[in-house]
């Protein structure tokens, strides 16, 4: 996928004493962290990280004994990349250990409790997968990177782990215990996507975020685009999910399989521009048989990502797809923008290639 580097947004807010008269002092209780800001110990070893090696088909001898979107998940992926049976195992271990933890209490219907209550399970969640061996990398793929062994043998057990695969860990535990929760996206101020989760706690609206990349929780960032910062649907959560799915495809080389996903994707989670520029990525800058079939849906794929939000990133999509089309003026033009508003040295490389009547083919 077209993803720049990650970068990591630190702030600190320290506590503001006001002198009142005499000895009275009045403390500010610091405002949360916005979700995405921080990024929190532990981190995964560099040599456990990267994406799984997908093993041989094999027949099922692990049956999981609870349920919810990050098996529905596993299961979708194996499609494409077969997830071993201790990934599941895991999954279950995870959700049984914050089961015997905590319980969650749906006759709640004070807000105060009902708020310390998702407090104590989140960071009960977090702390299960610090227990557990998971460790913070940006990106881990898939859901079945997250969960397959990074240890060797007679090794403690490691995992690694970012913000979406998280999540679904996160609100496939919470529904295990009765909770309601949904995943939220948002665009960083860096030009990355980001993930966290919301407990949606009753109907008079009160709800609170958790970032598990920090481990606490978090407020939603201001100015946002209409269709981020909000509680998912299961739809549009499926959607996300099987974007994920496509690049496995690629992988693979079966470029039918993830154009299908991508078209899913789009379909399922149409308000968000992620897998609109993903399949317009792909096209122009994947050499396949069929690809000029598709050159004319990744132009409009391209622009209508532009057209929910305004990127570097996205900008430098629409101009790959513009030097692949041979319109090189418009690929010189669109890639000057997105130099403009964030680029990298990769956007400098294009921009170069560009003048030299190059396009993207083989960039990542």
């Not at 720049?4 to 009275?24: E, K, R």
């Not at 520029?277 to 069929?290: E, H, L, R, S, Y």
Request: charged residues 20%; glycine residues 6%.
């Amino acid at each position: 996928m077209n993803r720049p580097t990650v970068l990591i947004y630190l702030c600190l807010f320290p506590i503001a004493t006001f002198s009142g008269q005499q000895s009275n002092l009045l403390t500010m209780t610091p405002p949360l962290p916005h979700c995405g800001e921080i990024e929190s110990l532990p981190f995964a070893r560099s040599g456990d990280t990267g994406p799984r090696v997908c093993p041989p088909v094999t027949s099922r001898k692990y049956v999981h004994h609870n349920k919810g979107l990050g098996f529905d998940i596993l299961d979708s992926e194996s499609e494409a990349c077969f997830v071993p049976d201790q990934a599941y195992r895991t999954l279950d271990d995870i959700i049984d250990a914050v089961k015997s933890a905590v319980k969650y209490d749906s006759s709640l219907t004070d807000p105060p409790a009902e708020l310390d209550q998702a407090r104590m399970i989140s960071a009960t969640i977090s702390h299960e997968l610090t227990n557990g061996g998971f460790g913070l990398y940006i990106p881990t793929d898939t859901l079945g990177d997250a969960l397959v062994d990074r240890n060797q043998p007679n090794e403690p057990e490691r995992h690694e782990f970012d913000c979406d695969t998280g999540s679904f860990i996160f609100i496939t535990v919470a529904s295990n215990l009765g909770a309601t929760t949904a995943l939220v996206d948002i665009p960083l101020p860096s030009g990355n996507g980001h993930n966290y989760v919301q407990w949606l706690l009753d109907k008079r609206g009160t709800s609170m975020n958790w970032d598990t990349n920090q481990q606490g929780e978090c407020r939603t960032p201001e100015a946002l685009p209409a269709y981020a910062g909000k509680p998912m649907s299961a739809r549009q959560t499926q959607g996300y999910a099987i974007s994920l799915r496509a690049p496995l495809w690629v992988s693979r080389g079966l470029f039918d399989r993830a154009i299908a996903d991508y078209h899913e994707a789009t379909q399922l989670y149409s308000e968000a521009p992620t897998s609109f520029n993903n399949f317009a990525w792909m096209i122009a800058t994947k050499d396949f048989p069929a690809r000029q079939t598709y050159v004319a849906q990744a132009l409009t794929s391209a622009q209508h990502a532009i057209s929910i939000t305004r990127t570097g990133n996205y900008m430098d999509t629409l101009a790959c797809v513009y030097a692949l089309l041979g319109d090189f003026k418009h690929a010189l033009a669109t890639e000057s923008q997105a130099i403009q508003l964030g680029g990298n040295t990769a956007f400098d490389v294009r921009l170069a290639h560009f003048h030299a009547n190059q396009n993207c083919t083989g960039d990542e």
